[in-house]
Nanobody, 126 residues
Framework: QVQLVESGGGLVQPGGSLSLSCAASGRAFSIYDIGWYRQAPGEQRELVATITSDTSTNYADSVKGRFTISRDNAKNTAYLRMNSLKPEDTAVYYC????????????????????WGQGTQVTVSS
């Protein structure tokens, strides 16, 4: 089972930038689709950006043109670069690893699964 640890959150002024990292342990990181989600106080968790195992990306309309998701399979790490931050970006940011279907990799099969990190706080405030 893959385990995820987010880092890089903090306090930043409006208009500033932050880079989040999602470090994965376990095998076969490259076969997972990776998503960044966020949850603000009193709100539901929402999808921010995704990157598939074949590096296709997708973004929420609210972050298009400001955020960039990427991954480095050699380092078992995914990233979220956040520019032009706004107060409404304030939330706990979570990393998710998603395997949609039964997948054969490295000599074994992996069943569909989801894994979540513990989250990292991002606060945008002056």
């Amino acid at each position: 089972q893959v385990q995820l640890v987010e880092s890089g959150g903090g306090l930043v002024q409006p208009g500033g930038s932050l880079s989040l990292s999602c470090a994965a342990s376990g095998r076969a990181f490259s076969i997972y689709d990776i998503g960044w989600y966020r949850q603000a106080p009193g709100e539901q968790r929402e999808l921010v950006a995704t990157i598939t195992s074949d590096t296709s990306t997708n973004y929420a309309d609210s972050v298009k043109g400001r955020f960039t998701i990427s991954r480095d399979n050699a380092k078992n790490t995914a990233y979220l670069r956040m520019n032009s931050l706004k107060p409404e970006d304030t939330a706990v940011y979570y990393c998710n690893a998603h395997l949609e279907k039964l997948t054969y990799y490295g000599g074994r099969y992996y069943s569909p699964r989801d894994a979540w990190g513990q989250g990292t706080q991002v606060t945008v405030s002056s």
